[in-house]
């Protein structure tokens, strides 16, 4: 999560189409408890922005509420519709909701793809009266071998963490940048593990954008390194969501 402007950074933000069936099969879904918390809402209608692959929209949709994905992605937004998720085109910013409002708005892993200083009043303006704006992401957390492990190996090729979801300085960004748009605002915190096989946490690994627009031959040196760090081994890791919950008055 973050404020740093990486909206504006659009090789990386329009890189996944290019492992759209990877994303669709390595991301992890959304916790249960946060989905309970979504419908909890009592939400009949919901815009799932950045919906990507459908992943949060898919899971929005089985508890009875009609949800339409906003994605700039065809290739990501195809995977969405295959699941028989109504999916529209276009980058938020731009894209045209034609008069229609809703009484639930989620950003899965896709707040920071958007510029939050257009995007939070659109948002606030697409909201019913009492609605809410939900912005996840899912953090990955290597526990064995340790974060600090992968992140040397892979900064050692990219001079970034990538997985480092921080909260903090850039929560509080956030939450100020919705406070201005006339939201109130609270985190919510949802906790799990996951045990990954050697082979599915470096397929994981390989759909995040850093990694995405590596140069080729980097990016084969950065896995080969990996693989010898992993030896095989599954990793445990934390999995846990992060949530920012913005209510319309």
């Known amino acids: 999560m973050s404020e740093t402007k990486q909206f504006e950074n659009r090789q990386r933000a329009e890189s996944f189409g290019s492992v759209a069936a990877n994303y669709d099969r390595y991301r992890p879904t959304y916790p249960p408890a946060l989905i309970d918390d979504l419908a909890g809402t009592g939400a009949q209608t919901a815009f799932d922005i950045g919906c990507g692959t459908g992943l949060l929209a898919q899971s929005i949709a089985a508890r009875g509420i009609d949800v339409t994905g906003i994605d700039p992605d065809p290739e990501m937004a ?15 910013e731009d894209w ?5 409002a809703v009484d639930l708005i989620t950003f899965g892993q896709s707040w920071h793809w958007v510029n939050p200083a257009l995007a939070a009043p ?15 992401w899912n953090r ?20 970034k963490a990538p997985h480092a979801r921080g909260r903090g ?8 940048t919705l406070t201005s748009a006339g939201f109130t605002c609270e985190t919510r915190q949802y906790d799990r593990t996951t045990i990954y096989s050697a082979d599915d946490y470096l397929a994981l690994l390989f759909t995040y954008s850093v990694q995405l627009t ?8 950065m896995r080969t390194d990996l693989e010898n760090l992993l030896g095989g081994q599954d990793v445990h890791a934390d999995t846990g ?6 209510h319309r008055p």
Do not use: Y
């Open 78 to 92: 195809a995977v969405a519709a295959r699941r028989g998720l109504t999916v529209e085109g276009g980058r938020f």
């Open 96 to 100: 045209d909701p034609r008069g229609r």
């Open 122 to 136: 659109k948002v606030f303006g697409l909201l019913n009266p009492g609605g809410n704006l939900v912005l996840a």
């Open 140 to 159: 990955i957390q290597a526990l064995t071998p340790s974060q600090a492990q992968f992140e040397e190996v892979m900064g050692r090729h990219s001079g």
């Open 169 to 176: 300085k850039a929560a509080d960004e956030v939450a100020a």
């Open 214 to 221: 590596l140069p080729a031959g980097t990016a084969r040196a």
């Open 241 to 246: 969501c992060f949530s920012m919950w913005a």
